[in-house]
């Protein structure tokens, strides 16, 4: 036997045995958390954070913000199978015009609107009390980014119809958009993710503030993704409720009855004290040792950087931006990072049926996506946090719906509407013209040029684009590297930054 397989052996005993102790179930979300510190003399001024919000499955997004004028608003309820009515139109998918006091509560004016088309209204489940996302609107801390989507480049229903070189490969697939959102390139399944390669240049450019241990830039709430992933390193996991202790060992400061010379913890120093042949040993010990470093950085102060804001209970979105919100505190207070970029997820949307139920419905998952976001805002404002103008929350999902029902829900589109929210954001707008041959809010009639037969449009601005205004905010503003982490932006001609933040 060759002493690598005879190391890689020697080394899963070792964690089997420990493995059996009870030690190692907690460690396993922290062994993917990997970071270098590129030295550089001149790090980046203030402190910035993005945080993802993924909203799983394909949100209904054409039922988050509609046109209110007459005529767009007809179109619009003839696309989506008529008004939902429960006894004579069950299967339709169009919200009711907001009568009454509901006006007030729904409609907004997008201030980049032309005269006459620039009105429209809130799904009312934005516009819940107490969490309504209607007043960042108008105050300018949210702006839309209408009709966004995957693209090689910019192209027309003909040069779709032309060539399949034109279009992204397994379009209306889950698995494959999501993969193609988080890359941002839409040509392949690539390794990596555009947050991840943007965390590694800002590392380069001296963000990462800590040494021993680094804290990654990226940050996962909602485990693995792609969107996190360099080209060396992975982001650092946790989830809402903090970091899980390994038991019966010291983390590596000893607490809760550990000792230094129990079993335990002397099995897992003699792992972590152990010189391996084997790449996958070495590799999976240093992880184990960076991972309860930090733990040991992170876990005392956690709580006592928690937001005063009150988080609405029973909401998992908004558990994630709780523990988002305690370590952008944590993390600037500490000086760990002057950039960084956290995932949360929302699951849930992929609703071909059931769309109208009340647990579960799309209705249902806007109430907690307002209330999870509305509690973000209040925490990041002076209030509390007050770090407003250096944390931008964008939306991200593999695609819309088809304008067209279902029956009782809606099925896999393209192009679709996200949100973005901070004290940076332009916001009061929608933005919604890409540079592209598809501008403006789109035609959503079933037999418009940009349309599919069921209403899946082709969108009017590619994810690159959306991504690479977001990157340029952070500080990433070289050509070079822009062209790098987003190789088909250069097929989007001069709009590489659409100007929402």
């Known amino acids: 036997m060759s002493p690598t397989r005879n190391s890689r052996r020697e080394f899963m005993h070792k964690l089997c045995c420990l493995a059996a102790s009870g030690g190692a179930a907690a460690m396993i979300p922290q062994l993917r958390m990997l970071g270098t510190a590129l030295a550089n003399a001149k790090s980046l001024s203030g402190y910035k954070a993005l945080v993802c919000i993924e909203l799983s499955g394909g949100n209904d997004a054409w039922n988050m913000l509609v046109p209110y004028d007459t005529t767009r608003y007809n179109v619009y309820t003839t696309s989506r199978s008529g008004i939902y009515n429960a006894a004579t139109n069950p299967g339709g998918l169009a919200l009711p015009l907001p009568t009454g006091s509901q006006i007030a509560a729904q ?107 680094v804290l990654p830039l990226s940050i996962s709430i909602a485990g693995a993704n792609r969107f996190e992933i360099g080209a060396s390193t992975v982001p650092y996991q946790m989830s809402s409720g903090g970091l899980a202790a390994l038991s019966g060992v010291c983390n590596p400061t000893c607490t809760g009855g550990a000792s230094d010379n129990s079993l335990r913890n002397t099995a897992l120093n003699a792992l972590l004290a152990e010189t391996y042949a084997s790449d ?14 930090l733990y040991d950085l992170l876990s005392p102060n956690l709580a006592a950087y928690a937001p005063k804001t009150a988080f609405p209970a029973n909401n998992s979105l908004a558990a994630q931006l709780k523990m988002v919100a305690t370590m952008i505190n944590l993390s600037n207070a500490k000086q760990y990072a002057t950039r960084q970029i956290y995932f949360v997820q929302q699951g849930g949307f992929d609703l071909h049926s059931g769309f109208w139920s009340a647990n579960g419905g799309h209705a249902a998952l806007l109430t907690e996506l307002s209330a999870a976001l509305s509690a973000f805002n209040t925490a990041m404002g002076p209030t509390d946090i007050n770090l407003q103008d250096s944390v931008t929350a964008f939306t991200a999902s593999e695609f819309a719906r088809t304008l067209q029902s279902n029956g009782s829900g809606s099925d896999h589109g393209w192009g679709s509407l996200h949100m973005v929210l901070g004290g940076a954001v332009n916001g009061g707008k929608l933005y919604s013209n890409g540079g592209g041959p598809i501008s403006g809010f789109p035609n959503q009639a079933l037999n418009a040029p940009n349309n599919f037969s069921r209403g899946q449009m082709i969108p009017g601005i590619g994810v690159e684009q959306y991504a690479a205004t977001l990157a340029q905010w952070m500080g990433i503003t070289s050509t070079t590297d822009l062209n790098a982490i987003f190789p088909n932006l250069v097929n989007f001609g001069t709009n590489t930054n659409l100007g929402f933040v």
């Open 107 to 213: 409609v907004v004016t997008d201030m980049a609107g032309s005269s006459g088309t620039n009105q429209y209204f809130l799904n009312p489940s934005l516009t819940n009390s107490g969490s309504s996302l209607a007043p960042l609107f108008t105050s300018g801390n949210l702006a839309f980014v209408v009709n966004a989507g995957t693209l090689i480049k910019p192209i027309t229903m003909s040069q779709y119809n032309a060539s399949s070189a034109n279009n992204p490969p397994q379009l209306f697939s889950h698995a494959d958009q999501t993969n193609q959102w988080q890359q941002a390139y839409a040509n392949e399944t690539v390794a990596t993710g555009w947050g991840g390669l943007c965390a590694e240049n800002l590392q380069g450019q001296g963000a990462n503030l800590t040494t021993n241990p």
């Open 280 to 293: 996958f040993a070495g590799s999976y010990n240093q992880l184990l040792a960076q991972g309860r470093e």
